[in-house]
């Protein structure tokens, strides 16, 4: 399988485009898929100035294989918010984002759901609203590489 390396260069450079096309929606509220996310979703509220960064979890792979279910768990009260965007490093299948966006929508149906990471990959179940690049191969980011033990 083919890899790419994801540097902090690549991503430093990134997080900025990425957050500019984020601070024009405005969100009250960055929402990070942990883990993937979490990094990006930190880097972007440093940004655009925002400190409601808050975190939910999913579990779609086992290292690079990708699981037939995905969980999601650690939902944050949203109830006081209406624009949020939910962020990760990569829309891969899409069955992830989709399944977090349905569990938001029943629990909080008037949220605003935008949806923003740095990889696309063509043929996911949806695209993002924001993203930079697009995938077609594995994607080795820096967070995942640069801190094994």
């Known amino acids: ?3 790419v390396y994801y540097s ?3 991503f430093k450079n ?3 485009i990425l ?5 024009d929606f405005n969100p009250e509220v960055v929402l990070a898929v942990a883990r993937g996310g979490l990094t990006l979703g930190h880097f972007i509220c440093n940004t655009i100035n925002n ?3 808050f975190s939910i979890n999913s579990i779609s792979y086992d290292n690079e294989i990708q699981l037939s279910s995905v969980e999601v768990f650690n939902i944050p009260d949203l109830s006081a918010y209406k624009k ?3 962020v990760d490093d990569i829309v891969d299948s899409g069955k992830t984002l989709l399944k977090v966006i349905d569990i938001l929508n029943d629990k909080f149906p008037n949220l605003d759901i935008k949806i923003a990471s740095i990889y696309y990959k063509d043929g996911a179940l949806l695209k993002p609203d924001f993203y930079i690049r697009n995938a077609d191969c594995w994607i080795d980011f820096f967070w995942e590489i640069d801190t094994r033990l």
Do not use: Q
């Open 1 to 3: 399988m083919e890899k």
């Open 8 to 10: 902090y260069e690549m």
């Open 14 to 16: 990134d997080v900025n």
């Open 19 to 23: 957050s500019s096309k984020i601070n």
């Open 51 to 53: 400190r409601n960064l």
């Open 84 to 86: 949020i965007v939910i």
